[in-house]
């Protein structure tokens, strides 16, 4: 592990511990070079599908993406970075568990949307205007009257 001071490639691992939900294991580092010691954490690297996009590129499934826009969606709005990282994590073991080798984008960014309109409706509008694209302001005031709907139903 190269490290983040001084850059050398040599460490000795002082401690690791599996994280509460033991999904990462957590281990603290001290460099042989200059003795500072830094933290690093290990995942299982899961098998997650290829994402088709809408003009037909397939992109590898990109957690970081999915959290990227959930915290522009979520700016300046009570949403926790536990929270965030929680739906990216629940959307991310969905698409591992359907065991498919491809999924549509579409299906991915429906997913964050479910998530988020349950959770924040403000940022549930910011990620829908961004990610359906909405072409002029009828079709965004369509999607907010369907929300209002729901909630008064």
Known sequence: MKCPFCGYLEDKVIDSRATKDGLLIRRRRECLECQSRFTTYERIE???PQVVKKDGRREPFNRLKILQGLTRA?????????TLEEIVEAVEK?????????VPS??????????????????????????????????FMNELKHLLEK???
């Not at 969905?94 to 491809?102: A, M, P, S, Y």
């Not at 991915?108 to 909405?134: C, H, N, P, Q, T």
């Open 46 to 48: 899961e098998v997650l």
């Open 106 to 139: 579409s299906m991915v960014g429906e997913e964050v949307m479910a998530r988020l309109k349950s959770m924040d409706e403000v940022a549930y509008v910011r990620f829908a205007s961004v990610y359906r694209s909405f072409k002029d302001i009828s079709e």
């Open 94 to 102: 969905k698409f591992q568990d359907i065991g498919r080798k491809e």
């Open 74 to 82: 979520c700016e300046k709005r009570p949403v926790s970075a536990n």
């Open 151 to 153: 909630k008064r139903a």
